[in-house]
């Protein structure tokens, strides 16, 4: 790995920002219309900024997340900015009170930040200095296909693959499996032969009403079905994985590489996908791509898709990329896409600078 110069943190700033959707989002867990976004910029005191964003599903939580950075950051003010020793540090701090939920999300935002700033600081975008190199990364448009009328889902795939891309996720849980199962033939009918069809239940079915709605999906040309039951149900999951031919996805719930590898143990699974923000941040995701690799099975990223770009060119069993463009209105440089494939950023770090205007017009502050 790359040598980068010791950098001691000094201060940690925190904005919340709520970014209007250009596509609205209607899941079986409800719609969202805005993304509440905590933007974080890590001071050094050798002048050298690292920054990152966590997405907050709730201005709520942003509140919350503010306010245990604010806490974190008297823990490791005059550490030295090296983020596993700091990971090791927190997760003993938290030990008493817990460190699932919001505090893993926080010590994660904390993380990607450090890494922000090594990766400044040596000039080199975060898939150098992991010892990688950043390149192009199959992506699937995860944007709206929501629980929309057929037609409406169906024309809208179609838009969706006009953005550059030859995957989409449609998601499902529906009230009866018969309205599931019209959108699903709807959206395939339209779309080319060769183009992907992810589908997600958003953890809507119990596990009868899921092995009786995966088994109405297979041959109806889904690529994957993620998280039909409850996300720590892994038992439930694992009876679905076995008894369902499309190939069951989860992940995005993990909560640290204790849950994924618990989850790989009991079969829950055919793919997997963690969540940036979930797993630990950059050096979370580093264990659990070792974890999939291991195990051999194929790894996708849930969200952060400008990091997650990056993180994917260094993980062994990378496989697809969820886009969404939730964080592009107030990026400098929003991640690009073309040929079905995120251009990761070249810039050092993870390639984040605030589109500052655009903060200051989306500000909960």
């Known amino acids: 790995m790359t040598q980068t110069p010791t950098l001691i943190i000094r201060g940690l700033r925190t904005r919340a920002v709520r970014v209007p ?19 974080i910029d890590l001071e050094t005191e050798e002048g050298v900024p690292g920054r990152a964003y966590l997405f907050a599903y709730s201005e709520l939580a942003a509140r919350a997340l503010r306010q245990l950075l604010a806490g974190i950051l008297e823990m490791v003010r ?24 919001l505090p893993t999300i926080a010590m994660s935002g904390l993380d990607l930040a450090l890494w922000d700033a090594l990766g400044r600081a040596a000039g080199l975008p975060l898939a150098r200095l992991l010892g ?11 944007n709206a296909l929501g629980l929309d009328a057929p037609e409406k889902v169906a024309d809208e795939a179609m838009e969706l693959l006009a953005e550059g891309f030859q995957a989409v996720k449609l998601r499902l849980g529906r009230r009866s499996a018969a309205d599931d199962l019209r959108a699903v033939r709807a959206v395939r009918a339209r779309i080319p032969a060769a ?102 099975m194929e790894m996708s990223s849930h969200l ?9 060119a260094v993980t062994p069993s990378a496989h697809y990329l969820e886009y969404v463009d939730w964080a592009a209105p107030i990026l400098a440089r929003p991640l690009r896409i073309a040929d079905g494939r995120a251009q990761p950023d070249e810039s050092p770090g993870l390639g984040l600078d605030w589109n500052e205007e655009a903060v200051a017009r989306a500000t909960l502050d």
């Open 195 to 296: 183009a992907l069809l992810m589908t997600d239940f958003n953890q809507a079915l119990t596990v009868a009403e899921a092995l009786a709605r995966g088994r109405a999906l297979d041959g109806e040309g889904v690529y994957w079905i993620e998280e039909p039951v409850r996300h720590d149900d892994y038992a439930g999951a694992a009876r679905v994985a076995r008894e369902v031919a499309t190939p069951i996805q989860i992940g995005e719930n993990f909560l640290g590489t204790r849950a994924m590898a618990a989850a790989i143990a009991a079969g829950a699974m055919d793919y997997v996908m963690p969540d940036l923000a979930r797993i630990g941040g950059v050096t979370g995701w580093l264990r659990a791509a070792a974890l999939a690799d291991a195990a051999g």
């Open 132 to 142: 990688g190199e950043p390149k192009p990364v199959p992506a699937y448009n995860s």
């Open 78 to 101: 005059g550490d030295a900015a090296a983020p596993v020793p700091i990971a090791k540090k927190l997760g003993a701090r938290f030990t008493l009170m817990g460190r699932e939920g």
């Open 304 to 312: 952060h898709p400008e990091v997650s770009a990056q993180l994917l």
């Open 21 to 39: 959707m250009r596509r609205p989002l209607g899941t079986s867990g409800g719609t969202i219309t805005q993304a509440p976004l905590v933007l």
